[in-house]
């Protein structure tokens, strides 16, 4: 209804996918204020289980099931590098990987912190989601998921 609303408005496609690209970056946005507030009220098992995110101590591997899935999860990590990019909040490997794991609930994303020892210790967090890695520095290969 909305579609034809628009056409009948004089809106072309183009505009349309314009208008739809920014609600979903808008709604990025409302959610990553909204894990900021959770973050600071509420431990994290909490947090997880509130935004429908699993927490789990190691990636499951399984095969990834369909193509749309990864255009969703391309699209959920262009929306959330947008709003951490723009907004003015703390931009953390945790706090985008539950942002992201809120827009993808559908999917039974899984969050995965790791650890690493260097010269100091040091820790990660990534989402897992039918095989497919979501993961801004791409460096959860050097991490050991935690026990």
């Known amino acids: 209804m909305r579609l034809t609303l628009a056409l009948m408005l004089g809106r072309g496609r183009r505009e349309i996918a314009c208008l739809r690209s920014r ?3 808008y709604e990025a946005a409302a959610v990553a204020l909204s894990v ?11 947090v997880c289980r509130a935004l429908g995110i699993e927490l789990r101590n190691e990636a499951l591997r399984t095969e990834p099931n369909v193509l749309s899935l990864a255009k969703h999860v391309a699209r959920v990590r262009s929306d959330v590098e947008w709003v951490y990019t723009r907004l003015r909040l703390p931009d953390t490997c945790l706090r985008r990987c539950l942002t992201a794991g809120f827009q993808l ?3 039974r994303p899984r969050l995965v912190i790791g650890v690493k020892k260097a010269e100091s210790l040091g820790a990660h967090a990534w989402l897992v989601t039918d095989g497919i890695v ?8 050097q991490y050991a998921p935690m026990r």
């Open 23 to 25: 609600a979903r970056r």
């Open 36 to 46: 900021e507030a959770l973050l600071r009220l509420y431990p994290l098992p909490r």
């Open 105 to 107: 609930r559908a999917y």
């Open 134 to 141: 979501l993961d801004w520095a791409e460096k959860h290969g």
